[in-house]
């Protein structure tokens, strides 16, 4: 079946703009991940949502950064005032359940590039 | 401390040999390793889990996990040039959520 979509593959903004990133997770999975990867560092955990409990928003950096989980499915993470240091790959993934032993599917990301 | 940790290479092996990958991790409470592999530009890719002490076999991967040692491995025998990439170890932070990740070692398969 379909995997992990993400939308726009590539983003390019002015420093202080608003973005959005979409995350279509696989069909049934009730987990969502966003991650994001920078030049030369590992992934890095933002936010984490399973069914309709509260998101684990622990690894969100500032406050700019939000995320929603619309009908338990499409997730937007939204970056309010970009600054150059947001520039990053930012990854989704989704799991069937979250738990030992469950994987995480990665979508092919969105890369930001903030000018 | 970084909570896992992992050599970042390069890791140069040649074609047909073992590839040996390691990773440490600091929280006594992860109980789920996951091992990812990366190319360039591209997303991560599930190559194997682990969560009971010993080893796991999925074709010419193994993973090893030695819990009392924080250390989990990734042995892939008979590597090739398409093994090229980046390894990436991850813990999972507690009994579910996200996951911790290494840096990556990054692994050269010489023909």
């Known amino acids: 079946g379909a995997g992990v979509s993400q939308s726009p593959s590539n983003k390019v903004t002015e420093k202080g703009k608003d973005v959005e990133l979409r995350c279509d997770p696989i069909s049934g999975h009730t987990a969502l991940y966003w991650y994001r990867q920078s030049l030369g560092q590992g992934l890095e955990f933002l936010i984490y949502f399973q069914g309709n409990s509260a998101p684990d928003k622990s690894g969100l950096p500032s406050d700019r950064f939000s995320a929603e989980r619309t009908g338990g499915s499409v997730s937007t993470l939204t970056i309010q005032r970009t600054q150059q240091e947001d520039s990053a790959v930012y990854l989704c993934?989704?799991?069937?359940?979250?738990?030992?032993?469950?994987?995480?599917?990665f979508g092919p990301g969105t890369r930001l590039t903030v000018l | 401390q970084k909570e896992v940790e992992q050599n970042s290479g390069p890791l140069s092996v040649p074609e047909g040999a073992i590839a040996s990958l390691n990773c440490t991790y600091s929280d006594r409470g992860s109980q789920s390793f996951f091992w990812y592999r990366q190319y360039s530009g591209k997303s991560p890719e599930l190559i194997m889990f682990?969560?009971?002490?010993g080893d796991k076999e999925d074709g010419r991967f193994t993973a090893q996990l030695n819990k009392a040692s924080q250390y989990v491995s990734l042995l892939i025998r008979d590597s090739q040039p398409s093994d090229s990439a980046t390894y990436l170890c991850a813990a999972l932070r507690g009994s579910q959520g996200n996951l911790i990740f290494g840096k990556g070692t990054k692994l050269s398969v010489k023909p």
């Open positions: 682990i969560y009971s002490n």
């Open positions: 993934a989704s799991g069937a359940i979250a738990g030992a032993g469950d994987t995480q599917y």
